[in-house]
C-alpha cells in the first residue's frame, strides 16, 4: 500500500478512537456549564452564556457530594498505597524465588479474577458485619486493595523480572540486606510498574460503584454514591447539577492519568546490564 | 589482602553434581585464573567463593576463616559480573560510592575513595553520568571501580571482557593486569578464553566436569600440561593429537612413524597404546620428514598457519615466518624432539 494512504488511514482510525472516547467526556464537561435548558436542546447549542449555577446548586444541595469525594479520596489513596506495596513485595517474591508453593499460588492470582465480584461480595457481607467493618473506610481500603493486589502482582512480578538478578546479587555483595536490595535497587527500577499498579487501582477505586453500594451508607460513602441518589432523586434529576458533579468526580483521575503517562513511557532500567 | 583455599568442595543442584571435590590453594596476592569449557562449574565456583551459591560439602576458606555460612557481604569480597551489573539508577559516582553509603561511611571519606578509584581508572570526567551514557568499556571500568572501592582482601572477576569487542578486550586485559601489579590484591578471574589466562594469570586451574584437571603457572600448563585435555585447551592453535602405537622406532601412525626421544620412549615403559602430542609451532619446515598435504594457508603477519593432513589426520603447523606454499601441495615438517608429548591412551594422562 502507498504510503499516503496508510498515513491517511491511521489519521482517520486515531480521530475515530479520540471521537468515541473523548465525546462523552467532553458532552459532560460543556454540559455543566450550561443552563437546564440547553443541555437537551436540539441540535446541541455550541455557543451558549457558560454559567457556574450548576456547580453552585452543587455546592449548596449536594454537601454530601463533596463528602463523598473526600471519602473517595482517603480510600482511593489507602487501597492505592496497599495495593501498590502489597503487590511490589509479592512480585519480588514471585520473581525471586521458586517453590512449588509459590507456582501453587500463582494459579489463584489469576484463578481469583475469574470469578465475578458479585459472587464474592455477598457472602462477604456477613463477615463484615461479624467484624463490624460495616461502612468503614479501612473496609473499602482493604477490599479495594484486595481486588487488585492478584493483577497488580503479575505486573510488577513482569517488570522485576526484567530486573537482571545480578543487581541483586552486586548489592548483596556490596553488603545490601535483602530490604535494602529492595528499597534502594529494586524498587526504584520497577517504578514504572508500581506507577502502571497505581493507575489500574486509583482508576478502579475512584469509580467503583458495587462494592460501595454493599458496604457504605453514610461514613464511607463514596462520591459515585451521591451521584447516583441525584440520578434516583425525588424531585427529578437536575441534569446541570449531576454533569456538574460528575465533571468534578472525573477531573482528578483525568489529571493523574495524565501525569502519570510520562512515567508510564520512560524506560529506567535501560543501561543495566551490557544492552 | 588475603589468601584463599578451596576444600574438598562440592555442589550439587538436586542430584546432579557440578562440582566433585575441588582442592585449590591461592595464595595471599595471587592472581588466579578459572578457566575451562562451558559447563565446567568455574562460574559455580566462582559465586561460592562469592556467596552466591551454597557449599553442598567442603570447605571454603578466605585468609583462615571458614567463610562457608558466612554471608557475603562480611566475606571483605569484590566482585565484577559479566554482564557489569552497574545500578541503573544510579550515577557512576553512586555505583562506586554504594557500599560505602551502605556502610554509612562519612561522605569526605566516601568522595575521597571514589575519587582514587576513579583517578586510577580514568573515569574522573564520566563520574555525573549514568550507565546508559557510557560505553562498553567505560562501563567495564566502572564495574572495576565500584570493586577496588572497597579495598577488599579478594577480587572475583566473573567473565568481565567477554561482552567487550577484541580490541577492547586486549586492551582492559592489560589494564586489569597492570592494576594488579599496582594493588597487589589477591584475585580469582574465570574465563574461557585461554589467552586471558596465559597472559595475566600467576596461577592457571583448568577445570573440566566439575574438577581440577591441572593447577599451575600458564608456562608449566603450556610446557608441561598433565593431560590430553589440558594439552588441548592450552595453546592456540590446540596441539596436535594423533593416534598410535608405541614402536622401537617411533610411534606407528597408520603408515607413517613418528619420531620420539629415547628418554620418553623409556618413559613410557610398557605402554603401547598412545597418543602423540605435538604443538603446531613445534612443527618445522623441512626437506624430509613428516609428508603433510597443506589444505588451508593462514598467513597471520607474524606467522603463516598450515591446515594440512598427515596421512588422513589433521594436522595443524604453525610457522613463525612468511613461507610461500600454495593450497594443496604437499610440504615436509619434523618435530622438535624436546617438545614431543606423550599421552596414555587409557588414563589420557602425559607420560
Known amino acids: 500500500m502507498p504510503k499516503p494512504v496508510t498515513k491517511l488511514l491511521k489519521a482517520v482510525c486515531v480521530a475515530l478512537v479520540l471521537v468515541w472516547s473523548l465525546v462523552p467526556i467532553l458532552m459532560i464537561v460543556v454540559s455543566s456549564f450550561k443552563a437546564d435548558r440547553d443541555i437537551f436542546a436540539a441540535p446541541p447549542r455550541l455557543l451558549f452564556e457558560p454559567t457556574f449555577n450548576n456547580y453552585l446548586t452543587l455546592w449548596n444541595n449536594w454537601g454530601d457530594f463533596f463528602h463523598g469525594l473526600v471519602n473517595s479520596a482517603i480510600i482511593t489513596i489507602g487501597a492505592t498505597l496497599l495495593a501498590v506495596v502489597t503487590s511490589a513485595l509479592a512480585g519480588y517474591a514471585y520473581s525471586r524465588f521458586r517453590s512449588p508453593t509459590l507456582a501453587f499460588s500463582a494459579f489463584f492470582l489469576i484463578f481469583i479474577r475469574l470469578i465475578p465480584p458479585i459472587v464474592i461480595t455477598l457472602p462477604l457481607f456477613p463477615a463484615v458485619n461479624v467484624l463490624r467493618l460495616n461502612d468503614t473506610h479501612i473496609l473499602m481500603i482493604v477490599l479495594y486493595a484486595t481486588f487488585f493486589v492478584s493483577l497488580g502482582t503479575l505486573v510488577m512480578r513482569t517488570f522485576m523480572d526484567q530486573i537482571p538478578r545480578e543487581l ?19 524498587f526504584p527500577l520497577s517504578a514504572q510498574g508500581m506507577v502502571a499498579v497505581a493507575v489500574f487501582v486509583i482508576v478502579f477505586a475512584w469509580n467503583e460503584f458495587l462494592f460501595a453500594f454493599i458496604f457504605t451508607t453514610t461514613n ?40 502519570a503517562q510520562k512515567h508510564l513511557v520512560a524506560g529506567l532500567t535501560a543501561g543495566a546490564t551490557k544492552g | 589482602m588475603s589468601s584463599v583455599s578451596l576444600r574438598n568442595v562440592t555442589k550439587s543442584f538436586g542430584s ?40 553442598s560439602s567442603g570447605d571454603v576458606l578466605i585468609g583462615d576463616r571458614v567463610v562457608n555460612a558466612i554471608p557475603s557481604k562480611e566475606r571483605d569480597i569484590a566482585m565484577v559480573f559479566q554482564s557489569y551489573a552497574l545500578y541503573p539508577h544510579l550515577t557512576v559516582r553512586d555505583n562506586m560510592g554504594f557500599s560505602l553509603s551502605l556502610r554509612k561511611a562519612p561522605k569526605a571519606e566516601t568522595d575521597q575513595r571514589v575519587n582514587a578509584a576513579a583517578a586510577t581508572l580514568g573515569l574522573e570526567h564520566l563520574l555525573d553520568r549514568y550507565p546508559r551514557q557510557l560505553s562498553g568499556g567505560q562501563r567495564q571500568r566502572v564495574a572495576m571501580g565500584r570493586a577496588i572501592v572497597r579495598d577488599p582482601k579478594v577480587f572475583l572477576f566473573d567473565e568481565p571482557l567477554s561482552n567487550l569487542d577484541a580490541k577492547l578486550r586486549v586492551q582492559m586485559r592489560v589494564e586489569i593486569k597492570a592494576l594488579h601489579q599496582r594493588l597487589r590484591t589477591t584475585t580469582i578471574y574465570v574465563t574461557h578464553d585461554q589467552i586471558e589466562a596465559m597472559t595475566m594469570a600467576d596461577k592457571i586451574v583448568v577445570m573440566k566436569d566439575g574438577l581440577v584437571e591441572q593447577v599451575g603457572p600458564p608456562l608449566d600448563l603450556y610446557d608441561a600440561p598433565a593431560n590430553i585435555f589440558v594439552a588441548q585447551f592450552i595453546g592456540s592453535p590446540a596441539m596436535n593429537i594423533l593416534e598410535g602405537r608405541l614402536t622401537p622406532d617411533g610411534v606407528q601412525h597408520g603408515d607413517i612413524v613418528l619420531p620420539v626421544p629415547d628418554a620418553l620412549r623409556q618413559r613410557a615403559g610398557d605402554i603401547q597404546a598412545v597418543r602423540y602430542g605435538i604443538r603446531p609451532e613445534h612443527l618445522v619446515l623441512a626437506d624430509s620428514g613428516l609428508p603433510v598435504t597443506a589444505d588451508v594457508i ?7 598457519v598450515i591446515f594440512g593432513t598427515l596421512g588422513s589426520t589433521p594436522i595443524v603447523v604453525n610457522i613463525r615466518q612468511r613461507v610461500d606454499i600454495s593450497a594443496g601441495s604437499r610440504i615436509f615438517v619434523q618435530p622438535i624432539m624436546d617438545n614431543v608429548h606423550l599421552f596414555d591412551e587409557t588414563t589420557t594422562r602425559r607420560i
Open chain 1, 220 to 259: 464511607a460513602k463514596t462520591a459515585p454514591l451521591v451521584i447516583s441518589e441525584m440520578y434516583g432523586a425525588v424531585e427529578g434529576v437536575e441534569w446541570g447539577v449531576l454533569f456538574a458533579a460528575s465533571t468534578l468526580q472525573l477531573l482528578p483521575v483525568l489529571i493523574f492519568v495524565i501525569l
Open chain 2, 298 to 304: 593462514e598467513p597471520t603477519g607474524s606467522d603463516t
Open chain 2, 16 to 55: 546432579v553434581q557440578v562440582i566433585k571435590g575441588v582442592d585449590v590453594d591461592i595464595a595471599d596476592g595471587e592472581f588466579v585464573i578459572l578457566i575451562g569449557p562451558s559447563g565446567c562449574g568455574k562460574s559455580t565456583l566462582l559465586r561460592m567463593i562469592a556467596g552466591l551459591e551454597e557449599i
Open chain 1, 168 to 186: 541483586d546479587e552486586a548489592a548483596h555483595i556490596d553488603g545490601a540486606s535483602r530490604l535494602q536490595i529492595l528499597r534502594k535497587v529494586i
